[in-house]
């Protein structure tokens, strides 16, 4: 299946899991904040009603060292595979 997708600057999702994808951006940059799919830390986190920004402003700078996700930065051209179940968090 191939998707296509717009998205404004600072919208994302919320951490959330799903098949292995392949993703490339074209314009702007997509920040990924990214847990195994075995973290208990990432699965917390997992909360449909609330918004990528508010995890990042909010409750990001709250968490010990080793509680914070791994970080990815993609920018036009770059492109992120994704495996399946991993529990990652996306913001433009």
């Not at 292995?20 to 449909?48: M, T």
């Amino acid at each position: 299946a191939r998707a296509f997708g717009l998205s404004g600057s600072f919208l994302g999702l919320n951490f959330h899991q799903h098949g292995g994808v392949l993703n490339e951006v074209i314009h702007g940059a997509k920040l990924w904040l990214v847990y195994p799919p075995s973290s208990q830390v990432g699965q917390r986190f997992r909360d449909p009603l609330k918004s990528a920004a508010s995890f990042i402003l909010k409750e990001l700078s709250q968490l010990t060292p080793d509680e914070r996700p791994q970080r990815c930065l993609a920018r036009p051209g770059d492109v992120m595979y994704m495996p399946a179940q991993w529990i990652h968090l996306t913001m433009n």
